[in-house]
């Protein structure tokens, strides 16, 4: 079964305005991290946020912000005030405790489109 | 500058000739890890490494190997490539037994089997 569900493949935003990827996951495992990165057309993965499953606060790195809803599992990516180097695809990303190989299972992912 | 590195970016080969990517760390990670990325199937772990010596298969280890004789250095090694093996690679580490850790992620290795 699909662990981590992105259901927006590609997504167009306008420069300065919010965008929100949707993310949900499946998992039976009481303790567990949510990952969002980043990859911009140069290819590497950049580490953006994470938020814990005990964690009572929605994370936030500066115009990042997880938006964390446990009972619905699921883990929404907000990016304010969109630049035109947000360009890139987002990958949400979960690991496990009672995953014996501290995988990051992955999402097929969403690529953002910033329009000037 | 905490790194991961991967070597070479870019790599054209020819079906059955045996080829290694290489990867280290420079973070102390215990931990060690391989992707794949293929277009709609995101990232799927190959091989993973929880300390020296200790490696086992991911979801897709069928033909790759891996080894760990140092801490810092964990080769991808395809003894006779396919061209199903066409993919762009990562090489990942972290701190082991912390799911807070996030992966830290080499540059990528973007190979081609002919």
């Known amino acids: 079964a699909q662990k981590i569900t992105q259901t927006q493949p590609g997504m167009f935003v306008q420069e300065k305005e919010a965008v929100t990827l949707d993310c949900t996951y499946d998992t039976s495992d009481p303790s567990y991290g949510l990952f969002w990165y980043k990859q911009p057309s140069s290819g590497e993965m950049i580490f953006l946020i994470y938020?814990?499953?005990?964690?009572?606060q929605n994370a936030t790195e500066g115009r990042y912000s997880l938006n964390f809803q446990k009972a619905r599992k699921s883990a929404n990516l907000v990016i304010s005030a969109s630049q035109l180097g947000d360009s890139a695809m987002y990958f949400c990303?979960?690991?496990?405790?009672?995953?014996?190989?501290?995988?990051?299972?992955f999402g097929a992912g969403t690529t953002v489109t910033v329009r000037a | 500058e905490a790194q991961v590195t991967q070597n070479p970016r870019y790599l054209i080969t020819v079906t059955g000739k045996k080829l290694t990517v290489t990867c280290s760390q420079n973070m102390n990670h215990e931990y060690m890890s391989w992707y794949r990325q293929d277009p709609g199937l995101g990232l799927r772990q190959i091989y993973y490494?929880?300390?020296?010596?200790?490696?086992d298969k991911g979801d897709v280890p069928e033909g790759y190997k891996v080894s760990r004789k140092e801490k810092r250095n964990f080769p991808l090694i395809l003894e006779s490539p396919s061209p199903n093996q066409t993919s762009l690679y990562f090489c990942?580490?972290?701190?082991?037994?912390?799911?807070?850790?996030?992966?830290?992620f080499g540059n990528g290795t973007r190979l081609t089997v002919t």
């Open positions: 490494s929880m300390n020296v010596e200790v490696t």
């Open positions: 990303a979960m690991r496990e405790v009672l995953s014996n190989d501290y995988k990051l299972s």
């Open positions: 938020q814990g499953s005990y964690d009572q």
């Open positions: 990942a580490s972290s701190f082991e037994g912390k799911i807070n850790s996030p992966l830290h």
